[in-house]
């Protein structure tokens, strides 16, 4: 029984051993010329997104958290860290790659099929390295130059009174020192660019669902959600946070 136990792990493992060199000669042969560029940058605890680079057809903005791509695509993707070393990982479509900071790399990979495909941060971190996650979304073609050209826009102006006063709520107080919504007189790029905030399908790196509830906790406490976390409560009272709520949910 030990004799054929060991028997038919050696297979196994020769079985596994064939199938990684062959998925990665097959990854390594993927053609470059059509291929579409995204640049990623690892940061204590999200992810950074820009679009639109070496001058590709995909339009330039930057996003976080989400990374969109179209089915059947080459992807090439500069990944950078900022601080620590970060791990860019989505197994459904690539294997693990290590971003060290100051040794850019490169991963290739290309999404045969439509659908949601989590990626995670594969290498301790600090803290909150558990959660720092991102969705690779692969669809269409078409779909994704829909996405992208959306992205690419500046926000929408706020159109009533309770988002314009949630915008100037938002431009008067830190909000505005760390993030960037373009289109408005909010720069900041030390957190996350919320221009267009209400269309991603989480918040704090894949943490929790974008939604009113959790947008609100996230604003007033984030240490709540994501223990650790780098961004600061805020004391907006009631009222305040109800009117920024809206307006980051009106940026779509």
């Known amino acids: 029984m030990v004799g054929a136990a060991s028997v038919l792990s050696v297979l196994l493992l020769v079985g596994l051993v064939a199938a990684d060199v062959l998925t990665d000669h097959a990854l390594s042969g993927l053609p470059a010329a059509d291929a579409l560029h ?27 958290n989400e990374l969109h791509v179209p089915v059947g695509r ?3 993707v500069e990944l950078e860290a900022a601080d620590v070393i970060h791990t860019f990982w989505v197994p459904n479509l690539h294997g693990k790659k290590d971003m060290i900071p100051g040794r850019p790399a490169t991963i290739v990979f290309r999404a045969d099929r439509p659908g949601a495909f989590r990626g ?21 073609r078409a779909d994704f130059q829909q996405w992208a050209l959306r992205q690419s826009a500046s926000a929408v102006p706020a159109g009533d009174e309770i988002t314009r006063r949630g915008q100037a709520l938002f431009q008067e107080n830190d909000c505005a020192k760390c993030h960037t919504v373009r289109g408005t007189d909010a720069t900041g790029t030390i957190g996350p660019d919320l221009t267009h905030l209400g269309s991603r399908q989480s918040l704090a790196a894949g943490t929790v669902a974008n939604d009113h509830a959790n947008l609100a906790k996230w604003i007033a406490a984030p240490g709540s959600i994501k223990p650790g976390t780098t961004m600061p409560a805020t004391a907006f009272n009631d009222e305040e946070l109800r009117s920024v709520v809206a307006y980051l949910e009106s940026l779509r």
């Open 74 to 76: 080459v992807v090439i």
């Open 38 to 64: 995204v640049k990623v940058v690892g940061r204590q605890w999200w992810w950074e997104v820009h679009y639109g680079q070496n001058g590709n057809d995909a339009p330039t903005f930057t996003t976080a």
């Open 120 to 140: 995670q941060c594969a290498e301790f971190c600090g803290a909150e390295h558990a959660l720092m996650a991102f969705p690779v979304v692969a669809e269409s």
